[in-house]
């Protein structure tokens, strides 16, 4: 088991990662009769790529002996109606490092091979920018 979730009440839910225990709140959103105080689940979901393309950047980062320290990604998540679920995720990648040409299309390259990219269903729009310092 991986984890374990309880809900709350007040359509909030805390999520316990068993290994670490680790603790994920879970509110629903303002436009989702929620109150906005957490991230959502569709929050999280968006979240989750922007978290797992930084993670597969730095494994690769790590065996090229580059450094993605302080880099940030802004995430942006879009919600369609009827079915009501998430129909883009933007993110916008700082990259706080100098690289060449050549390492600046690998480590992109590898972001979208990240296991969330590939887990995402193929209609959610992913827009991913990389801005290089």
Known sequence: MTSKITYLGALRTSSIHLQS?????????????GKGE???PTDTVANALGSCMF???????NEMNVDLSNST??????MA???????????????????D???????????????VYYSLHPDI???????WK
Not at 21 to 32: H, K, Q, R
Request: glycine content about 2%.
């Open 21 to 33: 225990g680790s603790e994920i709140v879970s509110d629903a959103p303002l436009d989702n009769n």
């Open 38 to 40: 957490a991230f959502s």
């Open 55 to 61: 993670t597969v950047m730095g494994i690769k980062a």
């Open 73 to 78: 990604a802004e995430i942006t998540k879009i």
């Open 81 to 99: 109606a009827e079915p009501r679920r998430i129909s883009e995720i933007h993110i916008t990648f700082k990259m706080q490092l100098s690289a």
């Open 101 to 115: 040409e050549k390492t600046k299309t690998i480590l992109e390259r590898t972001a979208m091979t990240c296991p």
């Open 125 to 131: 729009k992913k827009v991913i920018t990389f801005n």
